[in-house]
Every structure is written in C-alpha cells, then in structure tokens.
C-alpha cells in the first residue's frame, strides 16, 4: 500500500510519520502531483496558522490537486481545518480556504479560568458516525490543540465538547479529517488509524 | 468533557533523567526513553522533557533524544531546556517534538513569544516561568536554571507572555519545587486567573491530594511532577482514578 503525506511545510509530519511507522507502515512525505494522485491514501496534517498554509499550498499547486483526489484522504487537525470554505484567522478578513467541504472555521471564545483559548488537551469523543470509529465509544478520549474549529453540520461524524459542540470529525465522499492529533492520542488514535488505512 | 492533564516531567542532564531538591542535588533516576514509554502506557496525559544542563552549559538541546522519545511515544511532548532561537525550535519540532518549552530566552527579548508565535503557530510555544516567593516583593521570576532573579512579577510577566502568544504557560514553584509538600496554590491560581490560555502547575507534589487542590482551588490546566513518578511513590492509574473520584474531569 503507497500512503502519501503531503508535503506543504505544515508543522510535525515526523509526529505522523513515526505513527504510521509503529504501525508497520512505510510514508512518503511528497509534493509531487503525480505521487500523490497515485498513492493508496493520502494523509494531510497540519499545525499553525491558516493563512501561510493556503500561501504554501498555492505556491505548489495543491490548492487545485488536492480537491480532486479521489482516493482515502485524511486531513488531520489544521489539515482538517483547511478543507473548509472560510476561517477567521489570517488578519481581518480571515482566509479563503480549499472549500472541499462546505463549513466555514470560526475561534473559541476564551473565558478565564473554565475555557481556556487554545482548547488542549484530552476530550472524549460523541456522535460518532463513521466506519473511522469503528470499535470506539464515547468513553474513548483523544488529544486536542486548536484555537478555531468547524461547528457541526451534515458533514460532522463525530464531535466533542468546549462547552458547546464542535466538528470533531468531518467527511465528503472519500475526504475524512480529524480536527485532533489521531497520532498523538494513544491507543485511541492508533485504532482510528488503522481503520482510516483499511478505507 | 476536556479533562485535567497528568504530566510527568523528565529532567535531563547529560542522557539520564535526574531530579533534585530546589533544583540542586540531583539524583539518577533513570532512561528516559524507557521512563517515556512506561508513562504513556501508565496514562500519563502528556510529557515534559526539559534539558536542565541547557541553559548554564549552553548545549545544544538533545534532538537525537527526542527523536527516540518521539518514536515512542503516541501522546504529546514538550522539550525545553536552552531553546533561544527560531532554528532550535525548528530542530526539536522537525524531529518529533510537540510543544517546546522557552524560559530564559523569552524573559531575555520577549519578542521572541510573537516570532516564534507567528512562525510555528501559539499551539507549540510554552512559556515556562519559574517562580520564587520572598516577604518583600512577592513572587518574582527567575532564570538560568533558577540562578537569577529577573525582578519581573510573576502573574505580570504570565500574562505578557500570554499576551504576546504563547499557547500555555508552565509555571514552576522553586518554593515548593522537590519538597513535596504541595503546590503553590496561591501563584497557580493567580495566574490562572489571569491569563486566558492553559496553565500547568508544576514544583511540590508530594501526594494524590495535592493534585486535586491543585485542580480544584487553583484552576490549573495540568499538574506535572517528576520525583513522586519517577521513585514510584504514586502510580499515575492510581492518582487517576483518586482524582476522578473527586470529581475531576480524568482520562482512564
């Protein structure tokens, strides 16, 4: 099986790269159009700031590539973020995204000391509706870091709460993204990976 | 439910973990590669890796290190521990580190918090603040492994870094750091008030209650502690399910 990171500079690929290597999977980290259109899955991770994200991603021409891949795709954390239309973050105007999936990205509203700004940490997971999930319950907790996220809607396949529900997962067709480091969550994570790879 | 975090910091000096009592007489306590995983497989939320020797030998932080540590590990990590420019923190993060932890260099040119910030996103900047009590000018921070007063207020100074975009605070007592007798509740609670962004309370655990002081009448994010983890005074399962049996808010 051929999986492909794509590689926009988007923060801790080691992180998915040593997961997967745990796993017994071998990665190529690659921006290359051709190997990522024929690679078996495609995983997208990302950490950071939108805005530079999407300049990287234009640079290279990803922005076009990556919404017509038609194999498994898992964006993971920023990565899931920037499927999305729209975010808040990137100045006043926010960032035009990838628009692959239909939401738009909006920030937590911080309150000392009960909602800390960014939401990290380890947050159990509700609503879940994906074969992504399969063998996991809302007793099963993964591991967040983020300052935005994407609400629910028709797309969400599973979300948390800080205090309101948020789009912890989201899918179209064969894009699947996680807003929580999958990699970095334990067991927990390790068995969403799996099953992303068995899609 | 976000839950409170349980992190076990490993202090190390020249490959092996050690800890010390008020930073000074430090005792061998082990490979940290090993601690590392039996802490992840124990529960533990998240690690520190802080490079003690850093900052007074001006080392290079140990990148092949952390990249053994992070080919591990599948929960979060922080390393600190001498990190002064944009390209230490890219080594660390190019090599599987999480978070990094900066100290002295950010209390040195607090612009380093925006650059950092700007370049590597607020998520993996930690500003860790350690902290000392005196009757006359309250808590104050200290730098270079605890050897220098800088003079600046400590909830002041949490709260710039926070401002100039950290994305957590770590904030050590060196009053209580090693004595086990507790948690600087007052300096935790404070800066936990006062800032907007997660806080981790750090220096003086020495029992399962502790932590849960620490949680509910300091409002700290995490609790970390080396000494009652790395001698196996406390399991972290059993501090866990103690915790959650006080009604915090625990991964088991």
């Not at chain 1, 990205?105 to 990290?120: G, S, T």
């Not at chain 2, 975009?165 to 404070?190: H, P, Q, R, V, Y």
Request: charged letters at 20%; glycine letters at 10%; a negative charge.
């Amino acid at each position: 099986m051929k999986i492909a990171i794509v590689d926009y500079k988007g923060g801790n690929v080691q992180s998915v790269l040593f997961a997967l290597e745990r796993l017994g999977v071998q990665a190529t980290l690659t921006a290359d159009h051709d190997v990522l259109r024929r690679a078996d899955k495609v995983l997208f991770p990302g950490e950071g700031e939108a805005a530079s994200a999407m300049k990287e991603l234009r640079a290279q021409g990803l922005h076009e590539l990556l919404p017509t891949l038609t194999q498994p795709f898992l964006g993971i954390c920023l990565g899931m973020q920037l499927l999305g239309r729209h975010t808040q973050e990137g100045g006043a105007a926010g960032t035009d995204m990838l628009g692959i999936l239909p939401f738009d990205v909006v920030r937590f509203q911080a309150a000392a000391p009960e909602h800390k700004v960014p939401h990290m940490g380890w947050n159990n997971l509700q609503a879940l509706r994906s074969p992504l999930f399969e063998g996991l319950s809302a007793e099963d907790y993964v591991y967040f870091v983020h300052s935005y996220y994407a609400p629910v809607g028709s797309y969400t396949i599973a979300e948390a709460a800080y205090p309101a529900p948020f789009s912890a997962a989201v899918q179209h067709e064969n894009f699947y993204a996680v807003q929580f480091h999958t990699e970095k969550s334990g067991p927990v994570g390790t068995r969403i990976l799996e099953n992303f790879l068995k899609l | 439910m976000l839950t409170k975090r349980i992190i076990p910091c490993l202090d190390v000096k020249d490959g092996r973990t050690v800890k010390g009592v008020r930073f000074e007489g430090l005792r061998d306590a082990g490979d940290p590669v090993a601690l590392a995983s039996r802490y992840a497989r124990e529960g533990a939320d998240e690690l520190v890796f802080l490079d003690i020797t850093a900052t007074n030998q001006k080392r290079a932080t140990l990148v092949a290190l952390v990249r053994d540590v992070a080919r591990e590990l599948d929960i979060p990590f922080t390393v600190g521990g001498g990190i002064g420019t944009i390209s230490d923190v890219e080594a660390l993060l190019m090599n599987g580190a999480d978070k990094v932890s900066i100290n002295s260099a950010a209390l040195a040119r607090p612009e380093l918090i925006e650059e950092l910030a700007a370049r590597f996103g607020s998520q993996c900047i930690v500003v860790a603040a350690d902290a000392r009590f005196n009757d006359a000018d309250g808590w104050q921070v200290y730098t270079r492994a605890g050897t220098n007063n800088t003079g600046r207020d400590a909830v002041q100074w949490c709260r710039e870094a926070a401002d100039r975009g950290a994305g957590e605070i770590l904030l050590t007592s060196m009053s209580n750091d090693g004595t086990k007798d507790g948690f600087a509740l007052d300096i935790t609670g404070a800066v936990s008030r006062a800032v907007t962004i997660p806080v981790i309370a750090s220096g003086g655990a020495g029992s399962k209650q502790d932590f849960t002081n620490v949680f509910q009448q300091a409002q700290a994010d995490a609790g970390l502690a080396a000494s009652i983890f790395h001698f196996g005074e406390i399991g972290i399962r059993e501090l866990k399910e103690h915790l959650r049996r006080d009604g915090i808010p625990m991964r088991l």
